[in-house]
Nanobody
């Protein structure tokens, strides 16, 4: 079992930065791939990015590529989502999720956090 807790969300202005954290508890977290997803009101949950178990490979949605960066520190059981140049359309609840095996861009992850709200004002 893996428990995930996101933190770091908040209200910012367009152009600002935020760093979200996904803290994990449970065994073997370092063997899991981790994805970040977001869900805006009335919209489906969408893939933001993901990182392989080692941190050696990262993947991003086209809408955030070049602005968002994912990293992980397996010694701290934590994955980070650095978000720069935020836009109003980035407003959503952000979730981290973990799965054994490789990264996928779908919601086929086994464990999910509760989410953290990010609001970007114009």
């Amino acid at each position: 079992q893996v428990q995930l807790v996101e933190s770091g969300g908040g209200l910012v202005q367009a152009g600002d930065s935020l760093r979200l954290s996904c803290a994990a508890s449970g065994r073997s977290f370092s063997s899991y791939s981790v994805g970040w997803f977001r869900q805006a009101p009335g919209k489906a949950r969408e893939f933001v990015g993901a990182v392989s178990w080692s941190g050696g490979s990262t993947y991003y949605a086209g809408s955030v590529k070049g602005r968002f960066t994912i990293s992980r520190d397996n010694t701290k059981n934590t994955v980070y989502l650095q978000m720069n140049s935020l836009k109003p359309e980035d407003t959503a609840v952000y979730y981290c999720a973990a799965r054994g095996g490789g990264v996928v861009r779908t919601t086929e992850y086994t464990y999910w956090g509760q989410g953290t709200q990010v609001t970007v004002s114009s």
